[in-house]
């Protein structure tokens, strides 16, 4: 898109209903009109913006909101977060700025704090392993419950995990469901983990890979519910982390669902920095969801 000396690289994500502005230069003041219209035009009910220090000013001067910061996301530099929320008949009265359950994922996020948390703690129980790479040197530690095992997802895994996410999402902002877009992806820039127990998959996590800029987003994390609360999924994070350390990643960040209990204290409970909320960011769940912003230098 060009718009007078102005340039944007911006995503149409009609799923979750809004634009994203990965990137611009020159004058935000240029892009901000062009982006209302076309967001009116497409009935997109947010724009974010995802902007370096030095050009926040932009999205600022154009009443943007500041809504989290993603720290280091570009090679230890932050990535601040700006939103609009345009107005018009999808979303009267700013509907779509208005965050539902905010009382409630402020408790969350107190309750995550309140504890006391050493940053980059590593969780009480290392896993096994099996797989050649970093997970060797797990092999040292404690291991697992016997008939637990983690371990890097291959193509054979594609149709199980599939179904375990759409059993587990009733919505998602990816289509995880879809083997093909898990087998796509895990060849491409996700590192997906999971754990299994006795040849089943019960817990599953990735993190998503930006090489240029040596960030991870850890993301798609999901235990089954009879397995939940014995440290599984704590575990694929601390195994993420430690793959990506292994492959020089600085940083990681998630963007989780600010009403899940146990997502916002997995991350707080390893030195996440609570850093942000994102609101009716994605469709995941039953509808627009707010998303808490938590980050983690690697090194
Ligand atoms: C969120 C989820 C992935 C957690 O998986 P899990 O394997 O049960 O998590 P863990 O057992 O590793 O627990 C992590 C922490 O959360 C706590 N926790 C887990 N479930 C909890 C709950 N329902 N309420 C309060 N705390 C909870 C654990 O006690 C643990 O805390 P600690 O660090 O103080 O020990 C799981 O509940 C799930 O799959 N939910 C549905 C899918 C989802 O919403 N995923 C998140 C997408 S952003």
Not at 206 to 234: F, H
Not at 235 to 255: C, G, H
Not at 270 to 287: D, K, Q
Request: with cysteine; aromatic share 10%.
């Amino acid at each position: 898109m060009k718009v007078l000396e102005s340039r944007a690289e911006i995503v149409f994500d009609y799923y979750n209903r809004r634009i994203r502005v990965m990137d611009f230069t020159g004058p935000f003041e240029e892009i901000s009109g062009t982006l209302e219209a076309l967001a009116k035009a497409e009935e997109l009910g947010k724009i974010i913006v995802y902007t370096p220090p030095e050009k926040r000013h932009g999205p600022e001067t154009c009443g943007y909101m500041e809504e989290g910061i993603i720290r280091g996301y570009y090679t230890r530099k932050d990535c601040h977060i700006f939103s609009s929320y345009p107005v018009f008949s999808c979303y009267p009265q700013n509907s779509r700025r208005i965050s539902f359950h905010e009382e409630k994922e402020e408790q969350i996020v107190k309750n995550c704090l309140r504890k006391d948390r050493k940053a980059g703690k590593l969780p009480q129980k290392p896993v096994d392993s099996r797989r050649n790479g970093s997970w060797k040197k797990q092999k040292e530690k404690i291991p697992f419950p016997e008939d637990y095992t983690l371990r890097p997802a291959v193509q054979a895994d594609a149709s199980a995990m599939a179904s375990i996410y759409c059993q587990g999402f009733q919505f998602y902002p990816t289509p995880l469901h879809m083997e093909s877009y898990l087998l796509k992806t895990m060849y491409s820039n996700v590192l997906y983990l999971l754990v299994e127990k006795q040849g089943k998959i019960v817990s599953l996590a990735s993190a998503e890979m930006d090489s240029e800029n040596g960030s991870a987003e850890i993301t798609d994390c999901l235990t089954v519910p009879s397995e939940r609360g014995k440290g599984l999924i704590k575990e694929l994070i601390v195994a993420l982390e430690k793959e990506l350390s292994a492959r020089n990643f600085l940083s990681a960040y998630t963007l989780c669902r600010a009403s899940s209990y146990g997502i916002n204290t997995a991350f707080a409970s390893l030195g996440y920095a609570y850093t942000g909320r994102l609101v009716n960011n994605c469709r995941i769940g039953r509808g627009f969801e707010d998303m808490n912003i938590w980050c983690k230098m690697l090194k």
